[in-house]
């Protein structure tokens, strides 16, 4: 994760059998990537911030596991179909949480869909969008959940052609464009 375009250390307790699944998709000027990981800490720290900041928002849903976001001082937990909203001027820590495995079952994988987007593109104030960073938003009702079945189409997109690969394109651009 070093070498990505907002850098994080990432680290887990199964590194020694580790694998992950996922796929970058660029539709314009926006980034969407679902992926399925086993439980994985990610941390961007102030000098990674230094390094390199795309100004970018990075938006989460998670759809399996659950997560614990440490953002702007304070932790929030996420579960599945819950989303939020990240800064990659900020410094921030993802961790696995309540992820346990039991004797009936291995451990849970996390698995989600990411999409990332310049901010010009989400055209609220700062102080307003600053309010919305790290905040739980249910992905199961309301905008939540046009936000969750916009992201999980990108997840089923493996086969799509260039034109409805440019009309996702097209719907990212307009839906955050749409302002409040």
Request: glycine share 8%.
């Amino acid at each position: 994760m070093d070498r990505t375009i907002a850098p994080s250390d990432m680290s887990s307790d199964h590194a020694a059998d580790f694998w992950a699944e996922q796929r970058l998709l660029e539709p314009g000027p926006v980034r969407v990537w679902p992926v399925r990981v086993p439980p994985t800490r990610y941390r961007r720290n102030a000098r990674m911030v230094r390094q390199s900041d795309p100004e970018e928002y990075h938006l989460s849903l998670v759809l399996g596991a659950g997560l614990g976001f440490a953002p702007v001082g304070r932790v929030d937990t996420y579960g599945p179909h819950d989303l939020w909203l990240s800064d990659s001027s900020r410094p921030y820590v993802v961790q696995p949480y309540g992820m346990r495995p039991s004797a009936d079952r291995e451990l849970p994988f996390i698995t989600g869909v990411g999409m990332e987007f310049p901010k010009t593109l989400l055209p609220m104030p700062p102080a307003r969008v600053r309010e919305l960073l790290g905040r739980r938003l249910p992905g199961r009702e309301g905008t939540g959940a046009l936000l969750t079945g916009f992201l999980t189409a990108f997840r089923a997109a493996y086969g799509i052609s260039p034109t409805e690969y440019r009309f996702q394109s097209l719907l990212a651009r307009s839906a955050l464009s749409e302002g409040e």
